[in-house]
């Protein structure tokens, strides 16, 4: 399964949010890997997908400061949370706070993993210029 979608929600008053019906399927289980991911926001991995994340990230060298800054930053940024009967999922104060999220939430697919948003940074980080876009796609193979 996989991510797709943009949903709204909000971040109840113990921190925990819904995850989108058609995502919990992608979850494949009773669990989310939730990660202090890049630009600002909170990833939600599958199990399989998280542990092809890892052996990703364990290409990069450790003699590298860079490298072992993004280990302690993503390795220390990482919680499992259970996703309850009501398909709510905890999402740590940490990570809240690491995405500016404090009451909404934008739940964002992005194929192999969601992304939870601040919905005012989201719509920030959307606003790629037209060339940089038509340059990426170059290098896509259809």
Not at 44 to 52: A, G, I, L, V
Not at 111 to 127: K, N
């Amino acid at each position: 399964m996989q991510f797709f979608g943009e949903y709204r929600h909000t971040v109840d008053a113990k921190g925990r949010v819904i995850v989108p019906a058609r995502m919990r399927e992608a979850l494949e289980g009773d669990s989310a890997y939730l990660v202090k991911y890049f630009d600002g926001c909170v990833a939600m991995f599958n199990q399989p997908e998280f542990e092809r994340f890892v052996e990703q990230l364990k290409t990069l060298q450790r003699s590298n400061e860079i490298a072992r800054q993004l280990y302690r930053n993503l390795g220390g940024g990482t919680s499992i949370e259970a996703v309850d009967k009501q398909g709510r999922i905890i999402v740590p104060a940490t990570l809240r706070e690491w995405a500016g999220i404090t009451k909404d939430v934008l739940i964002v697919g992005s194929i192999d993993h969601a992304e939870l948003w601040e919905p005012t940074q989201y719509a920030e980080r959307q606003r790629l210029d037209q060339a940089q876009l038509n340059e990426q796609s170059q290098h896509l193979t259809f």
